[in-house]
């Protein structure tokens, strides 16, 4: 795509931004529950790779609107407002994150791949917080499919996406939920994550060719088994 | 490793993710290009990360918990009266 045909979407996207800043300023309720719903699921799957599990996660993402609210009024426009909420969530993650290692007791040091912070897979195996009873009360909000069947197939194949997202390392986690589970363009992920295009491109490709590989092991299964 | 187009098999796997992303040069995109029509290897894998990403595209998203939602709205309301 050229940059000839990208500025009317630029255009569009800034002044949409520009409306949706100014209906914050104003507490407009409206506007908040339309960019709540909008961001929830980048800004919760991104805060989990950081935080490594779902209460975690949900606890950045609180966070986060709340600094959006007591910021909106400093918000300069440098950015988009998309990537500002998100720079936001990166930084509370990483914090977060942080703090909580620096709380693990020794005793817990070494016993898992990432020195004793559990990983959503581990948490959701041992039935720790943000577990498996946590998540499958999420999962019963997944299904925008139409039958119960549809619904089903769909839960059972987000829980094998996961799984193989999960194995993946943080950065190749970070840009391929964002560009392939999330939409987003090349440009927006760039920004918020702070990678070159060129290296974006190197880890959404080896993260593609890993959760592919997994997929298909997976949609070649046989069902009886 | 097959070469059409003066692009080895490898040499496209890595400009794929470009590829789909429109992000090549002209003259790489039409030699790319060329080099799919006749290696069925590289067509194959090209379709099927295509698959993968429009089922990955497809998958519902998350919806916020009914309590956090609520919170915030509270948290907007109480700024509001603040």
């Known amino acids: 795509m050229t940059q000839q045909s990208n500025a009317p979407v630029r255009f569009q996207a800034a002044r949409e931004d520009q409306l949706l800043v100014q209906a914050l300023r104003e507490q407009d309720e409206n506007a908040f529950s339309l960019v709540l719903d909008r961001h929830y699921s980048a800004m919760l799957g991104l805060a989990m790779v950081h935080v490594g599990s779902r209460a975690r996660a949900e606890e950045v993402v609180q966070e986060t609107w709340l600094a959006v609210l007591s910021g909106i009024h400093r918000f300069e426009g440098r950015s988009s407002l998309k990537t500002w909420i998100f720079r936001i969530l990166v930084n509370r993650a990483k914090s977060y994150a942080r703090r909580e290692s620096r709380m693990i007791p020794f005793s817990s040091i070494g016993d898992g791949p990432k020195g004793g912070m559990a990983t959503l897979a581990e948490n959701s195996a041992a039935g720790g917080d943000g577990g498996w009873e946590g998540d499958l009360q999420h999962q019963t909000v997944w299904g925008s499919a139409d039958s119960p069947e549809d619904r089903l197939l769909s839960t059972e194949l987000r829980l094998h996406v996961d799984k193989a997202i999960e194995q993946l390392p943080a950065k190749q986690r970070e840009v391929i939920i964002l560009r392939d589970l999330e939409g987003w363009s090349p440009e927006e992920v760039c920004n918020v994550l702070g990678l070159s295009e060129t290296n974006h491109r190197v880890l959404l490709h080896r993260a593609r060719t890993k959760v592919r590989a997994t997929l298909e092991q997976y949609l070649a299964e046989p069902e009886d088994v | ?82």
């Open chain 2, 1 to 82: 490793m097959t070469t059409y187009a003066s692009l080895t098999c490898d040499d496209v796997m890595k400009r794929l993710t470009e590829y789909l992303d429109e992000a090549l040069p002209p003259g790489t995109r039409k030699r790319l290009e060329q080099h799919l029509a006749g290696c069925a290897g590289c067509s194959l894998d090209l379709n099927e990360i295509r698959t993968t990403v429009s089922r990955l595209r497809a998958l519902p998203g998350e919806k916020m918990p009914i309590g956090m939602k609520e919170n915030l709205l509270r948290a907007l309301h109480n700024r509001q009266s603040a």
